[in-house]
T-cell receptor, first 117, second 114 residues
Framework: AQKVTQAQTEISVVEKEDVTLDCVYE???????LFWYKQPPSGELVFLIR??????QNEISGRYSWNFQKSTSSFNFTITASQVVDSAVYFC????FGAGTASKLTFGTGTRLQVTL | ETGVTQSPTHLIKTRGQQVTLRCSSQ?????VSWYQQALGQGPQFIFQ???????GRGNFPPRFSGLQFPNYSSELNVNALELDDSALYLC?????????????FGEGSWLTVV
């Protein structure tokens, strides 16, 4: 069975601080996809990134960066120079891969990030 | 904006009633999934429809059922509502089930059962 663990329930930082959100996953599949989503109070899950299991390159998008380490089954997310608008709940998710399978996402319990002035 | 629209956005139902939630998928997407998100939890997979057929289901009882229409829009039906069904229901769409394509979510329907 697949499992995603986000051990940090809530993080509070002051604006302009860097913050890293941890994600550890479990799967028996050799091919899988990892995702991060942001959920503001409105409820919509906003897609941030998708990474497949064969691509361990780190990725940077503006103030966001992701560190994928297959050896430790981790896919951590760093926000550099955090801003108040980054305040939200962030979810890490894992999906199966394979023709005919459901595109089922297994989510972690989320990390609530509070950025204050 | 993801192009995934859901209705209604909020509703209140009484225990034992039935509810229908609706979802229009993003243009070009033939796969729709439904998720239930209880307060303080991550979303839980209910089921998925691919080309009008259910092709995957999570650990939810049969009173949770769905449909997908030829235009790929979808409905989630819940019968005999229970208090624990109170949650945010999220619809998600993607291209071609099982390929790892990005899954886009709507804003959800907030259901309260009293």
């Amino acid at each position: 069975a697949q499992k995603v663990t986000q051990a940090q329930t809530e993080i509070s930082v002051v604006e302009k601080e860097d913050v890293t959100l941890d994600c550890v996953y479990e799967t028996r599949d050799t091919t899988y996809y990892l995702f991060w989503y942001k959920q503001p109070p409105s409820g919509e899950l906003v897609f941030l990134i998708r990474r497949n299991s064969f691509d361990e390159q780190n990725e940077i998008s503006g103030r966001y960066s992701w560190n994928f380490q297959k050896s430790t089954s981790s896919f951590n997310f760093t926000i550099t120079a955090s801003q108040v608008v980054d305040s939200a709940v962030y979810f890490c998710a894992l999906s199966e891969f394979g023709a005919g399978t459901a595109s089922k996402l297994t989510f972690g319990t989320g990390t609530r990030l509070q950025v204050t002035l | 904006e993801t192009g995934v629209t859901q209705s209604p956005t909020h509703l209140i139902k009484t225990r034992g009633q039935q509810v229908t939630l609706r979802c229009s998928s993003q243009s070009g997407h033939n796969t729709v999934s439904w998720y239930q998100q209880a307060l303080g939890q991550g979303p839980q997979f209910i089921f998925q429809y691919y080309r009008e057929e259910e092709n995957g289901r999570g650990n939810f009882p049969p009173r949770f059922s769905g449909l997908q229409f030829p235009n790929y829009s979808s409905e989630l039906n819940v019968n005999a509502l229970e208090l624990d069904d109170s949650a945010l229901y999220l619809c998600a769409s993607s291209q071609q089930a099982g390929t790892g394509n990005t899954i886009y979510f709507g804003e959800g329907s907030w259901l309260t059962v009293v």
